[in-house]
């Protein structure tokens, strides 16, 4: 049974930092795409951020410089580290997976994603 359990989150300052975390169990972690979403209230949910197999990301524009994706096969975990943290990045965060090639293009769409964490709080205040 595929679980996924995010940690990390909580109160930021705007311009601050956040490092979220992602430990996968369950499954054959190096055989999955992983991705980072976020849903804000009254707002559909986002792809933030998302990896393939190896190293090749994606990312929204919205975070494209301030955030990092990032992977490590040995320990089934994923990271997320979060820089100049702005009010609009309040959410919460949810890590996901979905089983993939080797080649696949690192997709952010929420509808490609089988399995699905519980979500961290992000919050940032001004």
């Known amino acids: 049974q595929v679980q996924l359990a995010e940690s990390g989150g909580g109160p930021v300052q705007a311009g601050g930092s956040l490092g979220l975390s992602c430990a996968a169990s369950?499954?054959?972690?190096?055989?999955?795409?992983m991705g980072w979403f976020r849903q804000a209230p009254g707002q559909e949910r986002e792809g933030v951020a998302s990896?393939?197999?190896?190293?090749?990301?994606s990312y929204a524009r919205s975070v494209q410089g301030r955030f990092t994706i990032s992977r490590d096969n040995d320990k089934n975990a994923l990271y997320l580290q979060m820089n100049s943290l702005q009010p609009e990045d309040s959410a919460m965060y949810y890590c996901?997976?979905?089983?993939?090639?080797?080649?696949?293009?690192?997709?952010?769409?929420?509808?490609?994603?089988?399995?699905w964490g519980q979500g961290t709080q992000v919050t940032v205040s001004s």
């Open positions: 369950g499954m054959t972690y190096s055989n999955y795409c």
């Open positions: 990896i393939n197999r190896g190293d090749r990301t």
């Open positions: 996901a997976a979905r089983g993939c090639p080797p080649w696949d293009f690192p997709s952010r769409l929420p509808e490609s994603f089988n399995y």
